[in-house]
C-alpha cells in the first residue's frame, strides 16, 4: 500500500468517526482506541458500579436468604412466597393502585387545562409558567412538612382555618383512614403538576398553526378547535405523560413515610413504604432478600404494564 | 424554545373579536393566574411569613398577618441553636461532589459515545438505555448492601460522603441528552479540528467543552437540584447526624424544636433552590421540555 492510499483510507476512517485499519493492540492504541477507553472510564465505572452491578445483585439477592451477618444461603422463591403470603402485601398493592388513580383524577386533567390557557395567554407566559414550577423546585421534605402543618387538626392547621371561615370542616386530614390518602394525592400533585404544565407547553407550540387556520375556515368555534385540533394533536405526549405518572405513582414512598407512616391503620401503606420497612424498618436487621423480591414484583409489573399499555394504545398514538 | 416566542395560534384575531370569547378567555386569564399565586406561591408565602413570626402567633392565627410583630430571631435560632448552618453546608457539599461526578461522567460519556464512537459504543448505549427502564426502587436495596459491604474494597463507606457523590454519577438520562447534543454539533468541526492535528484530548478540551455549554449548564442546573431534594439514599447512607444534608435533618429538627424555628429551617432550605430556579428559569424550563422531549 503506498503512502497516497494509507493517507486516504485513514481520511475515510476519520469521516466515519473510528478507525479500522490493520488490528493489534498496537495500533488499537495509536488509532485512539486506549483514549477512547479512558474517556468512558468514568461512566463505565459509575455505571458498572452503581447501575448494572446493583440491577444484577437484585435478581441473585431476591434468591437468597440474606442479613449482612451469615453467609447468603440460595432459598429459591421462597421470598416471593413470602412477600405473597403476607398479609400486608394485598393492602399495599390496593394502597398503592388507589393513590395512582386518585393522583390520575386530580393531577392529570388541570395541568392540562392550564397549559393550553397559558399557552394562549397573550403577554405574561413566562410569570404563569413560573409560578406553576415554583412548587416542583422546592425540596419535597419541605413541601410534606409543611403540609403537615398545613393538615393539622389543632389551631395551626391553614386548611381548617380557612374552611372554616366559610363555616365547613373541620376535617380530619391525615387523622382518618378515609381522608389520609386522598391529602396525600393533594400534596403530591401540587408538587408535581408544575412538570407537567411545562411539557404541555412544550408540546403545544410544535401544534401547526394551519390547522387552527383550516379548522376555522371551515367554520369551527373555540370550544371545537381545542377538542378537535389541540386534544388529538397532544395525545402522543398526553400517552406518554400519562404512562409516566403512573409509573412514578407507583413508586410514592416520600410522602406516606413523611406524612403518616403508612397510617392511620396501614390506609396509606404503599409498595415503596413495605420494601423499605422489609429491609430497613427493623432495628434487628433487614430481610433484604423480601425487600428486594418485592421491588422485583413491582419493576416486572410495572414493565408488562407499560408493554400492554403501549399495545392498547398504539393504534391511537399514531394516524 | 421559549414559550414566548411563538405567537397564540388557538384563538385567533376573529375569535378576539366575539364578547363571549373575549371576556370568557380573559375571565379563564385572570381566575388561572389568582390560582396559581394562590396555590404556586401561597404555601411558600406562608412559610416566609411563619419563619419569622413568634410561635405562639403562628399556633394560634396561622393566617394573621404579624398580630404581635415579626420575630426574625426565628432564623437566627435556626442557624446557631439548631445547627441548620452546619446541616446547610453539608447540604452544598454533597450538592458539589455529586454535580461534579455527574458532569464529569455525562461530558466524558457522551463525548466518547457521539464524537470518538468505538465499535462497542453501540453496547454501551442499549446498557445505558435499558437502566432507564428500571426503577429506582429496585436498585436501593443492593446498592445500600454495596456500600455497607463493597465488593473488593472491604470497607464500609456509610458516613462517607462518596457514597452519595459516586452513584449520584449513573444518571443515564444526563448522558443521553448530552450525547445527542454532541450528535448535533457539525462533524466537520471535528474533522477540521483532527486535521489540524488534535488529538482527542484537545478536541475535547479546546472543541467540545466549549461548545456544549449550554447542555452542561441544563445539566447542572438539575443536578443541583436533584442533590438539594435528594432524602431516601442520604438519609440510608449518612448515618451520623453532623454529616446530614437539611432534607435529613428536617423531620427530626421539627420533633426538636418549636414551630417557629422549624419554618425558619424549612425556609433556609428552599432559598437556594427558588434563588436558582428564579436565576436560572430558562435552564429550568427549557430542561424539563427537554425531559419531556425525550420521554415522547
Same mark, same amino acid.
Given at each position: 500500500?503506498?503512502?497516497?492510499?494509507?493517507?486516504?483510507?485513514?481520511?475515510?476512517?476519520?469521516?466515519?468517526?473510528?478507525?479500522?485499519?490493520?488490528?493489534?493492540?498496537?495500533?488499537?492504541?495509536?488509532?485512539?482506541?486506549?483514549?477512547?477507553?479512558?474517556?468512558?472510564?468514568?461512566?463505565?465505572?459509575?455505571?458498572?458500579?452503581?447501575?448494572?452491578?446493583?440491577?444484577?445483585?437484585?435478581?441473585?439477592?431476591?434468591? #437468597?436468604?440474606?442479613?449482612?451477618?451469615?453467609?447468603?444461603?440460595?432459598?429459591?422463591?421462597?421470598?416471593?412466597?413470602?412477600?405473597?403470603?403476607?398479609?400486608?402485601?394485598?393492602?399495599?398493592?390496593?394502597?398503592?393502585?388507589?393513590?395512582? !388513580?386518585?393522583?390520575?383524577?386530580?393531577?392529570?386533567?388541570?395541568?392540562?387545562?392550564?397549559?393550553?390557557?397559558?399557552?394562549?395567554?397573550?403577554?405574561?407566559?413566562?410569570?404563569?409558567?413560573?409560578?406553576?414550577?415554583?412548587?416542583?423546585?422546592?425540596?419535597?421534605?419541605?413541601?410534606?412538612?409543611?403540609?403537615?402543618?398545613?393538615?393539622?387538626?389543632?389551631?395551626?392547621?391553614?386548611?381548617?382555618?380557612?374552611?372554616?371561615?366559610?363555616?365547613?370542616?373541620?376535617?380530619?386530614?391525615?387523622?382518618?383512614?378515609?381522608?389520609?390518602?386522598?391529602?396525600?394525592?393533594?400534596?403530591?400533585?401540587?408538587?408535581?403538576?408544575?412538570?407537567?404544565?411545562?411539557?404541555?407547553?412544550?408540546?403545544?407550540?410544535?401544534?401547526?398553526?394551519?390547522?387552527?387556520?383550516?379548522?376555522?375556515?371551515?367554520?369551527?368555534? !373555540?370550544? #371545537?378547535?381545542?377538542?378537535?385540533?389541540?386534544?388529538?394533536?397532544?395525545?402522543?405526549?398526553?400517552?406518554?405523560?400519562?404512562?409516566? #405518572?403512573?409509573?412514578?405513582?407507583?413508586?410514592?414512598?416520600?410522602?406516606?413515610?413523611?406524612?403518616?407512616?403508612?397510617?392511620?391503620?396501614?390506609?396509606?401503606?404503599?409498595?415503596?413504604?413495605?420494601?423499605?420497612?422489609?429491609?430497613?424498618?427493623?432495628?434487628?436487621?433487614?430481610?433484604?432478600?423480601?425487600?428486594?423480591?418485592?421491588?422485583?414484583?413491582?419493576?416486572?409489573? !410495572?414493565?408488562?404494564?407499560?408493554?400492554?399499555?403501549?399495545?392498547?394504545?398504539?393504534?391511537?398514538?399514531?394516524? | 424554545?421559549?414559550?414566548?416566542?411563538?405567537?397564540?395560534?388557538?384563538?385567533?384575531?376573529?375569535?378576539?373579536?366575539?364578547?363571549?370569547?373575549?371576556?370568557?378567555?380573559?375571565?379563564?386569564?385572570?381566575?388561572?393566574?389568582?390560582?396559581?399565586?394562590?396555590?404556586?406561591?401561597?404555601?411558600?408565602?406562608?412559610?416566609?411569613?411563619?419563619?419569622?413570626?413568634?410561635?405562639?402567633?403562628?399556633?394560634?392565627?396561622?393566617?394573621?398577618?404579624?398580630?404581635?410583630?415579626?420575630?426574625?430571631?426565628?432564623?437566627?435560632?435556626?442557624?446557631?441553636?439548631?445547627? *441548620?448552618?452546619?446541616?446547610?453546608?453539608?447540604?452544598?457539599?454533597?450538592?458539589?461532589?455529586?454535580?461534579?461526578?455527574?458532569?464529569?461522567?455525562?461530558?466524558?460519556?457522551?463525548?466518547?459515545?457521539?464524537?470518538?464512537?468505538?465499535?462497542?459504543?453501540?453496547?454501551?448505549?442499549?446498557?445505558?438505555?435499558?437502566?432507564?427502564?428500571?426503577?429506582?426502587?429496585?436498585?436501593?436495596?443492593?446498592?445500600?448492601?454495596?456500600?455497607?459491604?463493597?465488593?473488593? *474494597?472491604?470497607?464500609?463507606?456509610?458516613?462517607?460522603?462518596?457514597? *452519595?457523590?459516586?452513584?449520584?454519577?449513573?444518571?443515564?438520562?444526563?448522558?443521553?441528552? *448530552?450525547?445527542?447534543?454532541?450528535?448535533?454539533?457539525?462533524?466537520?468541526?471535528?474533522?477540521?479540528?483532527?486535521?489540524?492535528?488534535?488529538?482527542?484530548?484537545?478536541?475535547?478540551?479546546?472543541?467540545?467543552?466549549?461548545?456544549?455549554?449550554?447542555?452542561?449548564?441544563?445539566?447542572?442546573?438539575?443536578?443541583?437540584?436533584?442533590?438539594?431534594?435528594?432524602?431516601?439514599?442520604?438519609?440510608?447512607?449518612?448515618?451520623?447526624?453532623?454529616?446530614?444534608?437539611?432534607?435529613?435533618?428536617?423531620?427530626?429538627?421539627?420533633?426538636?424544636?418549636?414551630?417557629?424555628?422549624?419554618?425558619?429551617?424549612?425556609?433556609?432550605?428552599?432559598?437556594?433552590?427558588?434563588?436558582?430556579?428564579?436565576?436560572?428559569?430558562?435552564?429550568?424550563?427549557?430542561?424539563?421540555?427537554?425531559?419531556?422531549?425525550?420521554?415522547?
Amino acid at each position: 500500500m503506498d503512502a497516497i492510499s494509507e493517507i486516504e483510507v485513514e481520511g475515510a476512517a476519520l469521516a466515519r468517526g473510528r478507525y479500522r485499519a490493520r488490528r493489534t493492540p498496537a495500533t488499537w492504541v495509536r488509532n485512539g482506541g486506549l483514549s477512547t477507553l479512558v474517556f468512558l472510564l468514568p461512566l463505565l465505572f459509575v455505571f458498572g458500579a452503581f447501575s448494572w452491578y446493583p440491577i444484577v445483585r437484585t435478581i441473585v439477592m431476591s434468591l #437468597q436468604h440474606t442479613n449482612l451477618v451469615e453467609a447468603p444461603t440460595w432459598v429459591g422463591f421462597d421470598n416471593f412466597r413470602a412477600v405473597w403470603n403476607d398479609p400486608l402485601f394485598p393492602i399495599a398493592v390496593k394502597n398503592t393502585a388507589y393513590f395512582a !388513580l386518585l393522583a390520575l383524577i386530580f393531577g392529570y386533567p388541570v395541568p392540562l387545562a392550564a397549559a393550553v390557557l397559558m399557552s394562549e395567554a397573550r403577554r405574561g407566559r413566562g410569570l404563569y409558567s413560573a409560578l406553576a414550577y415554583l412548587p416542583v423546585v422546592i425540596p419535597p421534605v419541605v413541601a410534606v412538612l409543611l403540609w403537615k402543618t398545613f393538615y393539622d387538626a389543632g389551631s395551626v392547621g391553614v386548611f381548617n382555618t380557612v374552611l372554616g371561615w366559610v363555616h365547613l370542616g373541620p376535617y380530619p386530614w391525615l387523622q382518618s383512614a378515609s381522608w389520609a390518602m386522598p391529602s396525600l394525592v393533594l400534596e403530591a400533585t401540587w408538587a408535581n403538576a408544575g412538570a407537567t404544565v411545562i411539557i404541555y407547553l412544550a408540546a403545544l407550540t410544535s401544534v401547526n398553526a394551519e390547522l387552527y387556520e383550516a379548522a376555522e375556515v371551515d367554520g369551527a368555534t !373555540l370550544w #371545537q378547535k381545542v377538542w378537535r385540533v389541540t386534544l388529538p394533536q397532544l395525545r402522543g405526549v398526553l400517552l406518554v405523560t400519562m404512562i409516566l #405518572q403512573i409509573i412514578g405513582t407507583a413508586q410514592v414512598f416520600l410522602e406516606p413515610f413523611l406524612f403518616t407512616s403508612g397510617g392511620p391503620a396501614n390506609s396509606t401503606l404503599t409498595v415503596l413504604l413495605l420494601i423499605y420497612n422489609y429491609a430497613f424498618g427493623n432495628s434487628l436487621g433487614g430481610d433484604y432478600g423480601m425487600a428486594t423480591a418485592l421491588s422485583l414484583m413491582l419493576a416486572g409489573f !410495572l414493565a408488562v404494564f407499560s408493554l400492554a399499555y403501549m399495545r392498547a394504545t398504539r393504534s391511537w398514538s399514531t394516524e | 424554545m421559549s414559550n414566548d416566542e411563538r405567537p397564540p395560534a388557538l384563538i385567533t384575531s376573529a375569535d378576539w373579536r366575539r364578547p363571549t370569547v373575549r371576556y370568557g378567555v380573559g375571565a379563564a386569564h385572570v381566575l388561572l393566574l389568582v390560582g396559581l399565586i394562590i396555590v404556586g406561591l401561597g404555601p411558600i408565602l406562608w412559610l416566609a411569613k411563619g419563619a419569622v413570626t413568634p410561635t405562639i402567633d403562628t399556633i394560634s392565627h396561622p393566617m394573621a398577618l404579624f398580630p404581635h410583630g415579626a420575630a426574625w430571631s426565628n432564623l437566627r435560632r435556626a442557624w446557631v441553636e439548631v445547627d *441548620v448552618g452546619r446541616y446547610f453546608w453539608n447540604t452544598v457539599v454533597l450538592a458539589f461532589g455529586s454535580w461534579l461526578t455527574q458532569i464529569i461522567v455525562a461530558a466524558t460519556g457522551g463525548y466518547a459515545l457521539s464524537v470518538l464512537r468505538p465499535s462497542y459504543a453501540k453496547l454501551i448505549n442499549a446498557l445505558l438505555l435499558a437502566t432507564l427502564f428500571v426503577p429506582a426502587v429496585v436498585l436501593l436495596v443492593p446498592l445500600y448492601i454495596e456500600i455497607v459491604k463493597p465488593p473488593i *474494597v472491604h470497607h464500609s463507606f456509610i458516613d462517607s460522603y462518596w457514597a *452519595v457523590w459516586l452513584p449520584a454519577g449513573a444518571s443515564a438520562f444526563n448522558v443521553i441528552i *448530552v450525547k445527542r447534543f454532541f450528535d448535533n454539533l457539525p462533524r466537520e468541526i471535528f474533522e477540521a479540528a483532527q486535521i489540524d492535528g488534535a488529538g482527542p484530548f484537545t478536541l475535547f478540551w479546546k472543541i467540545v467543552l466549549p461548545l456544549s455549554k449550554p447542555i452542561l449548564g441544563v445539566v447542572s442546573v438539575f443536578a443541583v437540584l436533584a442533590s438539594w431534594k435528594d432524602f431516601l439514599w442520604p438519609l440510608l447512607v449518612l448515618t451520623d447526624p453532623n454529616k446530614q444534608p437539611l432534607s435529613v435533618r428536617l423531620p427530626t429538627i421539627q420533633s426538636q424544636t418549636e414551630l417557629g424555628v422549624f419554618l425558619a429551617a424549612m425556609l433556609i432550605a428552599c432559598l437556594v433552590p427558588i434563588a436558582g430556579f428564579l436565576i436560572f428559569q430558562r435552564s429550568f424550563l427549557r430542561g424539563s421540555g427537554l425531559g419531556g422531549a425525550l420521554k415522547g
